[in-house]
């Protein structure tokens, strides 16, 4: 820590802890206990109960469960491939074109989810592409809300690489196609793997475009989670809300792990 004396260090673990427990970690326990509740007393949840696991991992439940996985890998290899891409093609450009293409790829996330989803719901209903319907337009609304974050941390990533690398390799008669796959892009793993993991969590808690969109075959779990406490069932949603989220850490853990041997290849 930036703090070095003792009562320093409690002052700012304390007012963490008053910050982050009530404004973050007792929210989730909240849920958390009102999945395995069968009533609510007072100002909490009350009751045991697995009941609320057994449906939510289940019927209805797991099939929106593997819809949110498989949109969220999805939009998140999209969304990685156009933000790379658009990343390495910026990098290239002058400042001031730079400046007009990180707009445009910031606007999706300038404004509310749900214009987004309306503007896809618009441009997707006619032919040549008529998407309105089917799972892929939830994809691409998907996708085009994470990429910006894709596009940012890998414009990032690329301001930081030292281009002494890319250097040696040119000077070595390297073509750049080869320095670009052999050498840029295996100094960027660890960055493209955090942007990944980024665009998937975003993409698995996902509601507003998405309720625009879903057609009744492709629901996503959030747009359960949101049926089931709409008609009351709070503590049925908050259990499916616990496996969104358990699901959702998993998958991040496992991109941790490959970012992780990625940054000491």
């Known amino acids: 820590m930036l703090v070095h004396s003792r009562k320093a260090r409690w002052a700012v673990w304390t007012v963490f802890l008053l910050l982050f427990l009530p404004l973050f970690a007792l929210p989730l326990l909240v849920v958390l206990g009102a999945s395995f509740a069968t009533n609510w007393s007072s100002v909490l949840p009350s009751g045991f109960t697995t009941g609320h696991y057994s449906a939510a991992t289940r019927g209805e439940a797991l099939q929106a469960l593997t819809t949110s996985l498989v949109t969220a890998v999805a939009a998140s290899l999209l969304a990685l491939v156009a933000g790379t891409w658009a990343a390495l093609a910026a990098a290239a450009l002058h400042k001031r074109y730079r400046k007009v293409l990180d707009a445009l790829f910031v606007l999706p996330v300038a404004v509310p989810s749900v214009v987004v989803g309306l503007a896809i719901l618009v441009a997707f209903s006619q032919p040549p592409f008529l998407l309105n319907g089917t799972r892929w337009i939830v994809i691409a609304a998907h996708a085009v809300l994470v990429t910006a974050f894709a596009y940012q941390s890998v ?103 490959i970012r992780t041997k990625a940054s000491y290849r």
């Open 155 to 257: 414009s990032a990533a690329i301001v930081r690489l030292d281009p002494a690398y890319e250097q040696a390799a040119a000077s070595l008669g390297a073509r750049p196609s080869y320095v670009l796959w052999r050498v840029r892009i295996p100094l960027l793993l660890p960055s493209l793997t955090a942007a990944a993991g980024l665009c998937f969590a975003l993409s698995m808690g996902e509601l507003s475009a998405t309720m625009m969109l879903y057609p009744p075959d492709w629901t996503p779990l959030p747009v359960l989670i949101y049926a089931a406490t709409d008609r009351g069932a709070l503590f049925a949603g908050s259990a499916i809300a616990v496996v969104l989220m358990a699901a959702t850490l998993l998958v991040l853990l496992a991109v941790s792990k």
